[in-house]
């Protein structure tokens, strides 16, 4: 309990959560792999400790300043958040425009080759498959990669890939197990597991952004369908009968063409808001440390 004859509270929580102060806490953490603090050690740590007068003026100062700088973060995050509506928004209303006049057709239909990846060996994570020349991508990888799949954690080497297959350049990755209906367009040759099916769009019919942007749109269905195991799934079956809209060729590419349109001006977006709020918090950390180093005005 502070003697509040000497300290005022928030002056105390405002330097812990400057540098300096989360540095001399941190420093008296005991403990490897879990940190912890000790009662004793921190009651020995030492803390700038200006007059009360002084104290009261600087709380009063950052009071000032973050209300402002919270105000701004808050104006930030609700445009961050704004921001990754527009593409949704846009999205469904592509579609839901299309579906009132596009021929259907089954994914399988509109490919040639739809299938589930592979990954014979037993056990999956037999050391001596990896660490070779093939990129293997993984449910996490699709996640992850927003559509188009470039990166990877794992490689297969050759006995790998004997077990396994390399899937082509423009493969639409689907999940089906994990992360159920996540999607993504292979921009390398790479393998994936059992948990991922490959549809290889026909050229003459459909195009692989076109099938990604629209299975985005059907996510939400999609993942209904995999409800209800113990494990959410899908699996080949619920693509059997599933119809999707495919319009011509051309249109298929005026889609892509106006949603990668619109993904790149969310990106900005995103980038910009995420930045000021870097900024922000960078800035709240200044006035700190000019706080602690009587600079504050």
Request: with cysteine; hydrophobic share 40%; charged share 25%.
């Amino acid at each position: 309990k502070p003697d509040l004859s000497k300290l005022d509270p928030r002056f105390l929580v405002y330097y812990i959560q400057s540098d300096d102060g989360f540095r001399s806490i941190a420093g008296q953490m005991t403990g490897a792999a879990i940190k912890r603090i000790v009662l004793k050690r921190i009651k020995c740590s030492l803390i700038p400790l200006p007059p009360l007068d002084e104290q009261k003026r600087i709380v009063a100062a950052l009071d000032q300043a973050f209300a402002a700088l919270d105000r701004a973060r808050a104006n930030a995050e609700a445009n961050l958040a704004d921001s990754e509506t527009v593409f949704e928004q846009a999205l469904l209303a592509t579609f839901d425009e299309l579906l009132a006049h596009a021929s259907m057709s089954t994914l399988a239909d509109m490919s040639t080759d739809f299938s589930r990846g592979k990954s014979k060996h037993r056990p999956r994570n037999d050391p001596k498959l990896y660490g070779g020349a093939y990129p293997f991508i993984q449910t996490g990888d699709v996640r992850r990669a927003q559509g188009a799949i470039r990166e990877y954690s794992q490689t297969y080497n050759d006995v790998g890939l004997a077990q396994s297959k390399l899937w082509p350049v423009g493969t639409v990755c689907i999940t089906i197990a994990a992360n159920i209906a996540e999607t993504g367009v292979l921009e390398i040759d790479a393998c994936f597991p059992d948990s991922v099916i490959g549809m290889v769009p026909d050229p003459a019919r459909a195009t692989p952004y076109y099938v990604e942007y629209m299975l985005r749109y059907f996510s939400k269905e999609l993942k209904l369908k995999g409800k209800g195991s113990a494990q959410d799934n899908i699996n080949l079956a619920t693509f059997e009968d599933s119809m999707f809209p495919f319009p011509s060729l051309a249109e298929q590419e005026a889609i892509v063409d106006k949603l990668d349109d619109v993904s790149s001006n969310v990106s900005q977006l995103r980038s910009r808001y995420s930045r000021q709020m870097e900024e922000i918090d960078e800035l709240r950390q200044s006035l700190l440390q000019a706080a602690f180093s009587g600079q504050l005005s």
